[in-house]
Structure formats: structure tokens, C-alpha cells
């Protein structure tokens, strides 16, 4: 089983749409989690941060459901801008310190006309 | 205030070859982990240096090494190139330790995109 599993995609959605991508883990104690965008052939940019209360940037909320081991993120009225693979982030807790990101293999976006 | 920065930004190198990438982490930043994503694929994690030493290893061969400088800079080295090596080679760093909810936030460079003829 992977590690960070999530839908591929694409998903194609009409501007202005709702759109929801989900994602699990397997490491129960994962102590920190994310999504990262990442644009075609540019690096990883982080998108916000994911807490257990769930959290919520514009038209951007995220949600994790520890007991399932499950990260959601919902996109509300999306832009053409919205378009990009969108990467499920969790940090599992590591002994000796440090911290390593383990990435989902990225869901793609893509916000139509 | 510069961010994370990388060199050189292509590559192309031929089997059996070494190679040396390099980055300069993000201003206040102490903490270098380099990542290899091949096409297709999520950032798979190389390792992370912070104090001049390799404090977490992925599932990544002895082929791979690195370096911190004590000015934080690190260096990613690969021997004996493959033809599988060939991706883009992100290097993300991370602020001082010292609690709150940003310490484990990453911050990626522009990466090198490493081509093995």
C-alpha cells in the first residue's frame, strides 16, 4: 500500500464549479499534513497547511479526518488559474528529529471554459 | 527576500557519469532535504541535512550523497549516472526548529531537470 494514496485524475471542470479531491494515508502517526500545487514543470508550491479543526483560505478549505487517516480539500467557484496537479503532503513522525514530506502521486486539475 | 535557489537549472549528462547540483536555501532558513520526482510521479525524499550533517535518508541508494555548508548550502551528488535518474531534482528548506505549526513547512526551489543519455 502506498503511503500517501490519491485519485490521479484528471478532473475537468467547468469555471465556477465545486471541485473535491481527496486523499489517505497509512502512517498513523503522520504528525503534520498539506497540499502542495505544483504547475507543469515548476516546482511544488505549498497551498495551505491541514489541521484537524480544518482550516480555510478563500475558496480554498481543507479538512483531515485523523481516525480515517483522510485529507480532503474543496475547491469553491473555480478560476481557469485553478489548473495544476495538486499534491497530498503528510510528514510522518521520524525518530531522530528531522522530518521527511511524503507526497501523494498528484491529483490534476483541470478548470475549463 | 530570496528564496530557495538552485544551479544549474538543466542537466544532461551521460551513463556512468557524476553529477553535482546545488542549492541555497531560503533567507532565516537552516534546514536543506533534497527530493527526486520522476515524470508522472510525486517528490520522492532524497535526504535532509541540517547542521552540516544527513539527519534523514530516503529509500535512495549510497549513490547518492549530499553536503550542508555551514552557511547552509547543500550539494546533492550522484555517481555512476543512470539512465533512471533522470528527473527534476527539487531542494526545499525549512525554518530554525523551535515549535509552532511553520516548523515542518518546506519550501521548494525552481529544481534542476536532469536528462541521463
Known amino acids: 500500500r502506498k503511503e500517501v494514496e490519491q485519485d490521479p485524475g484528471p478532473f475537468n471542470v467547468p469555471e465556477g464549479a465545486t471541485v473535491a479531491f481527496n486523499c489517505t494515508y497509512s502512517n498513523s502517526a503522520s504528525q503534520s499534513f498539506f497540499w502542495y500545487r505544483q504547475d507543469c514543470r515548476k516546482e511544488p508550491k505549498l497551498l495551505m497547511s491541514?489541521?484537524?479543526s480544518g482550516n480555510e483560505d478563500g475558496r480554498f478549505t481543507a479538512q483531515l479526518n485523523r481516525a480515517s487517516q483522510y485529507i480532503s480539500l474543496l475547491i469553491r467557484d473555480s478560476k481557469l488559474s485553478d489548473s495544476a496537479t495538486y499534491l497530498c503532503v503528510v510528514n510522518p513522525k521520524l525518530t531522530g528529529g528531522g522530518n521527511k514530506l511524503t507526497f501523494g502521486t498528484g491529483t490534476q486539475l483541470k478548470v475549463e471554459l | 527576500d530570496a528564496g530557495v535557489t538552485q544551479s544549474p537549472t538543466h542537466l544532461i549528462k551521460t551513463r556512468g557519469q557524476q553529477v553535482t547540483l546545488r542549492c541555497s536555501p531560503k533567507s532565516g532558513h537552516d534546514t536543506v532535504s533534497w527530493y527526486q520526482q520522476a515524470l508522472g510521479q510525486g517528490p520522492q525524499f532524497i535526504f535532509q541535512y541540517y547542521e552540516e550533517e544527513e539527519r534523514q535518508r530516503g529509500n535512495f541508494p549510497d549513490r547518492f550523497s549530499g553536503h550542508q555548508f555551514p552557511n547552509y548550502s547543500s550539494e546533492l551528488n550522484v555517481n555512476a549516472l543512470l539512465l533512471g535518474d533522470s528527473a527534476l531534482y527539487l531542494c526545499?528548506?525549512?525554518?530554525?526548529?523551535?515549535?509552532?505549526?511553520?516548523?515542518?513547512?518546506?519550501?521548494f526551489g525552481p529544481g534542476t531537470r536532469l536528462t541521463v543519455l
Open positions: 526545499a528548506s525549512s525554518p530554525p526548529r523551535g515549535g509552532g505549526p511553520w516548523r515542518d513547512t518546506q519550501y
Open positions: 491541514v489541521y484537524s
